[in-house]
């Protein structure tokens, strides 16, 4: 029996309309009663996991939170932050002033509590905030904003639309390649991270810290910043709406995220 199940949010655990519907909350409420620990793994920042963490009951079967794609790893239940991989301060202005070359992408940074941006208008910044809890902080100049806070972001998207984004992809990523790690999340965001870190990465962490074999995860996506997370998982299971990439590395393929692809799939492998 698998002891640890690492879950996407958008497009895997959430339906289309940003709801885990009730089939799949109850397979997951049902696996946790079996004693299996349930970690959101997610591209959002912190704040945003925090519904899904509830409408799974995870603080009091003890799950945990990994946000920020990876950047941070949050206990559920003690609110303790386990591990935080930061962008240093230098690292992060220099970057966000290197995107000032194209005023046509959106870059969004956040404190934990505010995202910063000249204007809130921009690509995809009041979906981030609604989605990820965070307030809109309108500031004259993003870098200058970052570098007077002083504050070390765990990650900054860049978001446009995908025919202005995907072109741009090797220009973002030119003179920071060294530093941080990038990966297309979804049509529309870039990430950045420092280097070396992803859902992979700190899910390894997690099963160290719980002496949890790789062999004994599943893990359950539907994008490219999924990819690492299924290869290291002893079962990866791509959505029926995954993209092609994730389908064709995956161990197996359930339904989608609208027809709970994670409750079909979690059915063939657990009896409750």
Known sequence: ????????LDGTLNNDEKEITPKTREALLAVQRLGVTVVLASGRQAPGLRREAEALCLKDYHGLLLSYNGGRIQDATTGEILFDSNIDNDTAV??????????ELSPIVDDGESIYTTDARRHKVMDESRNNNLRVKIVPNIADA?????FRPVKILTAAPNEVLVPHLSDIRRGFEEDMSFVQSAPWFYEGTIKGVSKSSSLSRVCERLGVDPSEVMAFGDAQNDMSML????????MGNACAELKDMADEVTLSNNEDGIAVSLARHFSW
């Open 1 to 8: 029996m698998y002891k640890m199940i690492a879950l996407d």
């Open 94 to 103: 220099a970057f966000l002033r290197h995107l000032e070359e194209w005023p």
């Open 146 to 150: 970052v570098a007077a806070g002083g």
């Open 231 to 238: 290869e290291f998982a002893g079962c990866g299971v791509a």
